[in-house]
């Protein structure tokens, strides 16, 4: 079975700062990647996804996100947060049969 | 389009006590999955659906889960006897049909927060 690593539990930052979220994984085979957001009161959405092709993924909202094969990561960026970007992201990683989330990373960002 | 719905929103019951949950998925979506999010901790997938069929449920605690989709569309989660470490969020999401499910989106519901005493 596969795990998902978030490395940070909470983030907190001033707007106009850059974020990165890492995400690690286990699974050594062919994967999906996916970087799912929850607003404060609101569902779980997808951020991104990567399948194939550029390691390079654009999302909403000027988030995107690196896929490096080498080191089993796919971590979260934006140059520069807003005081909206306030959520809980979540790393998710699917093989052929299963969807497995990391714990998730609580944003808080400052006015 | 609307999105899934669940019911009820929040529940408050007592150990060794029933539970039902209700998931309603967006119209033709193939594929429903219920997960269980206990605090502090990512959702984990509790059982997979491909209409009415079920894929995977390999955690699901069978002794005191199950949860069944009639007709391929509306699906229910029930707990019996519900235990003290079920307190947690139980999300339903569903995805289109595809020969690649993995590459699929999940839409999530609002979930349902469970609190056991």
């Known amino acids: 079975a596969q795990s998902v690593s978030q490395h940070n539990h909470h983030v907190i930052l001033s707007e106009a700062a850059s974020l990165e979220l890492g995400c690690n994984y286990s699974?050594?085979?062919?994967?999906?990647l996916f970087w799912y957001v929850q607003y404060p009161g609101q569902h779980l959405q997808l951020l991104l996804k990567?399948?194939?092709?550029?390691?390079l993924v654009k999302g909403i909202k000027g988030f995107e996100a690196e896929f490096i094969k080498s080191k089993f990561s796919f971590n979260l960026r934006k140059p520069s947060v807003q005081w909206s970007d306030t959520a809980e992201y979540f790393c998710?990683?699917?093989?052929?049969?299963?969807?497995?989330f990391g714990a998730g990373t609580t944003v808080t960002v400052r006015a | 389009e609307a999105g899934v719905a669940q019911s009820p929103r929040y529940k408050i019951i007592e150990k060794r006590q029933s539970v039902a949950f209700w998931c309603n998925p967006i119209?033709?979506?193939?594929?429903l999955y219920w997960y269980q999010q206990i605090l502090g901790q990512g959702p984990k997938l509790l059982i997979q659906?491909?209409?009415?069929?079920?894929?995977?449920d390999s955690q699901l605690p069978k002794d005191r889960f199950s949860a069944e989709r009639l007709k391929g569309v509306d699906s229910t989660l029930k707990i019996q006897p519900a235990k003290l470490e079920d307190s947690a969020v139980y999300l339903c999401a569903s995805s289109p049909s595809g020969a690649r499910w993995s590459y699929n989106e999940q839409f999530f519901g609002p979930g349902t927060r469970l609190t056991v005493l």
């Open positions: 119209s033709g979506h193939a594929t």
């Open positions: 990567y399948f194939s092709g550029d390691p």
């Open positions: 998710a990683v699917s093989d052929d049969y299963k969807l497995s």
């Open positions: 699974y050594g085979g062919t994967v999906n």
């Open positions: 659906f491909q209409n009415n069929g079920v894929v995977d």
